[in-house]
């Protein structure tokens, strides 16, 4: 099957010549730089990611605070009763 471009099963010409003309990395830019200076970058762009992220004020910390809490602790409740009546049925089956 073909379309406008060539065949589906082979790649095209241009993108074969275009391979070919293309030169192996030697280390790339972080060849050039000591582990140092590579790590005082990694801390920059920590700080500078940390700068995008939209904190929550904190009425909105103390509602997701509370929600998890009520949550777990409706986790807590609810293993709870299945534990207790699945021991109560263990005990009335085995004895």
Known sequence: MTDAVGSIDTPDAQDEVSESKKRPRKGGKRAKKGPLKRLAIFYRQIIAE????????RN????YTTVVIFFVAVMIALVTVIDYGLNH???????
């Open 50 to 57: 940390l700068r995008k992220v939209v904190w929550p004020t």
């Open 89 to 95: 049925a263990a005990k009335y089956v085995f004895g």
């Open 60 to 63: 909105q910390l103390t509602s």
